[in-house]
């Protein structure tokens, strides 16, 4: 997972920096810092020279004249500290940290990282570095310090699902929205599995009536997992199939309600027209939007304007395990500011992680 925009990054920040360290190395400062070096040596010559006289000084015990040399030494000391400061510390001005920078935000967009992403990132890197002393030798590390910290900050966090669930009202509804083949019917099938595995009861509703294959693909999973799957017929309105779905889990006292819905455009006046219908009719707990990781921007595009429509309450990105670029993970939640709630990685039941920006973080190498 991740692993283009991994090498991408260490490639670029180790760039960036190595520019950073350099940077104040134009002729004038070089000649400003031999001088301080010359300076130095000089002033360590007149260290030796009262190191001497107060060896001498007390011999002979003169002790008035002694504590006026220990002032000298310490004033010299501290001389000598801002020059060695100087020295081993570099600065990036505005100007040039936005020239350094191009490269790694190539580096972000071509890996579908947000705009916005990118945007906030460099500020907060800006904030941290342009105009501060940096230790030489210590800036990659700085750097990485503070992409570490910024990219930590772009995650929403989620409580756990399970407890949301057990929390929540009875039966507890659930919808999947999302646009064609991102994988909202397998991840149901997933979810239904991981709250059977959890001692919970749940039915699928196949909310999908605009294919017939749909209805048949939700009754597949509902025979594998054993779990009764609602229907009305093709092309009936989805809206009170999700209803009756609703009402049958009151009726049998079962925990959750997971409502299917077809893949829809979100430029598709008509269905988005129909989503929010079936929204206002079942008044669900969650809203979950299932975006793909590999579409990178497009997930990102879509997962915003499902939320502009109806407001998402998470998102599940499905396809993580082909995903090598991932900019859409670390986009995603912060675009809509809403959490990812699980990364679907792979095509089996247990193929369901749930989401951990700390493991996230780590897949990029900081
Ligand atoms: N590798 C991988 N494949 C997945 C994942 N999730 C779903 N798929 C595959 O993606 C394809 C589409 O999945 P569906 O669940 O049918 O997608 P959908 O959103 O219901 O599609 P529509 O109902 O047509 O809108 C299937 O072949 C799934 O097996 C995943 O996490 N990883
Ligand atoms: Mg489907």
Redesign the pocket.
Known sequence: MFNFLKDKLKETVSKFSSKVEESTETEEEVKEEVKIEENESKEETKVEVEEKKKIKEEVKEEPKEKEQTEEEVKEKKSFLGKIKEKVTTTKVSEKKFDEFFWDLEVAMLENNVASEVIEKIKEDLRTDIVDQPLKRGKVEEIVKDSLKESIDSLFMNYKDLLKSIKEGKKPFVIVFV?????????????VANLVKKNNLNSVMVAA?TF?AA?IQ?LEEHGKKLEIKVIKHDYGSDPAAVAFDGIKHAESKNIDVVLI?T???LQSNKNLMDEMKKIIRVTNPDLKIF?G??ITGNDCIEQAKQFNDAIKIDGIIL?????DEKGGAAISVSYVTQEPIMY?????EYE??KEFNSKEIIESLGF
């Open positions: 999302g646009v064609n083949g991102g994988g909202k019917t397998t991840t149901i099938a997933k999908d294919r749909a693909q299917d077809a893949g829809r299932i793909e990781s499905t396809k993580a395990d082909v990364l679907g990685t792979g095509q193929d369901l």
